[in-house]
């Protein structure tokens, strides 16, 4: 329940004005995200179907404590897919239901997603970072 004042309202008319840059910053950053993992066997990473703003970099490996390892160890930040696959969480046990497929695509990114956040920022020297990290 947020409910901005006349000041906050102002600051984010000018921040609007930034956002078709940023947003083109974030996508230059995501060529270079694909370019870099995208025939790495070892990830699926996301695959765009419109024009994302790609807020985020999503991977998907077999072995993914073993890459967020690399990632705390060097210093690289990162966080689970949001929200997950509802049915692998312990909330699910208390309803009646069943899956028409097994949804079999949300498990896995449940247990073996991540993703590391992007920045309206040119981040070639992070992203480089990234990959020989892992």
Not at 35 to 64: H, V, Y
Not at 71 to 98: L, Q, S, V, W
Request: some cysteine.
């Amino acid at each position: 329940n947020v409910r901005p004042t006349e000041i906050t309202a102002a600051l984010g008319l000018m921040q609007l004005e930034r956002l078709p840059d940023e947003i083109m910053v974030r996508r230059e950053n995501a060529a270079l995200f694909q370019w870099l993992f995208g025939a790495d066997e070892r990830f699926k990473i996301q695959r765009e179907t419109g024009e994302s703003s790609w807020f985020s970099f999503t991977m998907i490996s077999n072995d993914r404590k073993y890459y967020l390892d690399r990632m705390k160890a060097a210093g690289i930040e990162y966080r689970m897919i949001c929200g997950g696959c509802f049915t692998e969480h312990p909330a699910a046990k208390h309803y009646n239901f069943e899956p028409l497929n097994g949804l079999p695509m949300a498990k896995e990114a449940h247990w073996k997603g991540y993703f590391i956040g992007n920045w309206g920022v040119p981040m070639e020297k992070e992203l480089h970072y990234l990959k020989e990290t892992l």
